[in-house]
């Protein structure tokens, strides 16, 4: 529940948040609002996926991508502005708003989203970020249509060309794609697809959400028995299973998603415990693979949460839902420390999309 994030937030962050209010303290969001700001414009570390034609494709990542240059890779960039995006619009009166709007107004620029859409045009690029930077851009893209502010409009018109590019590539390879990927990282098709679903139907564009509903429906209606046992792998930071049931609650009505969902995940209880999925368990937050399991159980609270949501309210599966999410949710959020870059360049932005209950 919500109250219970706000306690661990509370407990994490010394932040004041009082139980009777509806919405966290901005006090409480500064921590992942300064996570984004200290890494946007931070060039090095950085691991860029980069295919080369000639010599002249050689450059520093703030010449190839100008806009999302930093927070170590391209996608990571792309969610740390979307965090910042979300933030701004839900606290405009926070002090780290400020700061959050100088520092997208540096890089949400026509000209420098401009040089990244002319990166994604490279030959040789046809599968650059995909799908995983792609839906995250889409999510920004929707962040921004959704924000009434004069600023932000304008943004959202610099990104425009951008986001028709990354909807374009995923409407020309999912009539192509023959198998969902169900791995529990950067290319898994489920989380992707739920994200970009959102966006389609944020802005309205109805052929793309037929086409994404279409795949997902045709990779997974027929889906039973998750191998959720064999989960985690040791650098997940999504749920194969658990992501997969969070894009059909998107799609399913409640009493049907109900149903598919007793054959693709029987394992779940209902005594209401937690135990049916235990917490991913970190051995070393300075190695940035491992570091992943922090992200995984944000993400899976987020998601439990969201197949919550999909379900009748009289589903006797709930309590064990939330018992899981609320286990995941505090594990998750107390490792957003900023201790080390490896988790600090990108976990605030999923303790922020669980705590503001983006994908609701």
């Not at 948040?17 to 609002?33: C, L, R, S």
């Not at 279409?214 to 650098?235: I, N, T």
């Not at 049916?276 to 300075?286: E, K, Y």
Request: proline share 6%; net charge negative.
């Amino acid at each position: 529940m919500r109250m219970f994030r706000l306690f661990v937030l509370f407990v994490m962050l010394n932040a004041v948040a009082a139980a009777d209010e509806p919405a966290m303290d901005a006090a409480t969001v500064a921590n992942f609002a300064n996570l984004a700001l200290k890494c946007i414009h931070q060039e090095y570390p950085n691991k860029i996926g980069h295919v080369m034609n000639s010599d002249d494709d050689v450059g520093p990542p703030r010449e190839l991508t100008p806009a999302f240059f930093g927070c170590f890779d391209w996608h990571s960039s792309i969610h740390g502005h979307w965090m910042l995006v979300r933030l701004s619009k839900l606290y405009p009166d926070a002090e780290f708003t400020a700061a959050a709007r100088a520092g997208l107004g540096q890089s949400l620029s026509a000209e420098k989203l401009a040089g990244d859409a002319a990166y994604l045009a490279g030959e040789g690029r046809a599968s650059f970020e995909r799908p995983y930077g792609l839906a995250w851009l889409l999510c920004l893209a929707e962040e921004l249509h959704t924000w009434d502010d004069e600023e932000a409009q304008q943004w959202s018109q610099n990104l425009a060309p951008l986001e028709a590019e990354a909807a374009s590539r995923l409407r020309e390879w999912l009539p192509k794609l023959y198998y969902p990927i169900r791995t529990g990282e950067h290319s898994q098709t489920a989380f992707a697809f739920g994200l970009a679903l959102d966006w389609a139907r944020a802005v309205g564009d109805e052929e793309a959400a037929d086409l994404i509903k279409g795949k997902a429906l045709e990779f997974h209606l027929d889906d039973v028995g998750c191998p959720l046992s064999y989960e985690p792998s040791g650098q997940d930071f999504l749920s194969p299973c658990i992501a997969e049931a969070d894009l059909m609650r998107r799609i399913l009505p409640p009493r049907q998603f109900a149903k598919w969902l007793d054959g693709f995940l029987p394992e779940i209880p209902t005594d209401g415990g937690a135990g049916w999925l235990p917490i991913g368990v970190v051995t070393d937050r300075a190695d940035g693979k491992l570091a992943h399991l922090d992200g995984l159980n944000l993400s899976r609270a987020w998601m439990l949460e969201g197949i919550l949501a999909g379900l009748p309210e009289d589903d006797p599966r709930r309590p064990a839902l939330r018992a899981a999410a609320d286990a995941h949710a505090k594990a998750g959020l107390a490792s957003v420390t900023g201790e080390h870059y490896e988790g600090g360049h990108w976990l605030g932005s999923f303790a922020t999309y669980l705590v503001t209950e983006k994908g609701r």
